[in-house]
């Protein structure tokens, strides 16, 4: 069984991967990961399969709107909006690339920013795909990524509900067309990971409690 993973992002987004891959071929799967070029000699260091998706991260985030990109992380509407512009423009690239990643993949896995392209890759062949969250994304009551202290557990899920929408914004346009082109339906809402979860995609999440601070100190 051949399970391709895909993730797109920093190291901190592809060494968790490598980690549940190595996991995977202990237990017998093949395993390919398809990620950024920077990572390819990482990647195979630990016996990995390795595809290249989305061109070169660190070339990105070192470019001047790459650096603006990541020292707005303090202000949710203003690091929003810079996302747009960073990732809109690579939409229709990495859709195409992650398309010819997962073509021969029997199972798929993928990080939150690289639904796109992997979990439609696994839908057009019929088999299973399986989000992964290293931080907590997915919308709930008991935290929320960008205000963990928000005093009530529903404006908590309320805040990771606003924000998947407003990412799932991003490139929405080449993306319906990218569905299109499979012979897939566009999404009928404006959050795609309710459409997902309700097609029984399987959502792990790989990060502690402690971590985030859901544990009270002692």
């Known amino acids: ?17 490598v980690a549940v891959g190595k996991g995977l071929t202990r237990a017998g799967f093949r395993v390919t990961l398809a990620t950024h070029e920077d990572y390819a000699s990482f990647v195979t260091e ?20 790459g650096r603006e990109w990541i020292e707005s992380s303090g202000s949710l509407l203003r690091f929003l909006e810079l996302s747009r512009r960073v990732y809109e423009p ?7 690339d992650v398309h010819v990643a997962v073509s021969d993949a029997d199972a798929v896995l993928f990080n939150g920013a690289a639904w796109r392209g992997a979990y ?3 839908e057009k ?4 795909s399986v989000a992964i969250g290293l931080f907590p994304v997915w919308p709930n009551g008991d935290h929320s990524l960008f205000f963990p202290r928000a005093p009530w557990r ?14 799932a914004k991003i490139g929405r346009r080449a993306y319906d067309e990218y569905r299109r082109d499979l012979g897939l339906a566009p999404f009928r809402t404006a959050n795609p990971w309710r459409e997902m979860l309700q097609a029984g995609v399987h959502f792990v999440h790989l990060y ?11």
């Open 125 to 128: 062949r019929g088999v299973p």
């Open 46 to 65: 630990h016996g990995l399969g390795s595809r290249a998706i989305g061109g070169s991260f660190k070339q990105l985030i070192e470019s001047d709107l």
């Open 1 to 17: 069984m051949h399970i391709v993973m895909v993730t797109i992002g920093t190291r901190g987004d592809v060494q968790p991967f």
């Open 90 to 96: 690579l939409v229709p690239a990495w859709l195409r």
């Open 154 to 167: 529903w404006l908590r899920r309320w805040i990771g509900e606003q924000t998947l929408r407003w990412m």
């Open 208 to 218: 502690s409690r402690h971590i985030i601070g859901l544990v009270p100190p002692e």
């Open 120 to 122: 439609d890759g696994a």
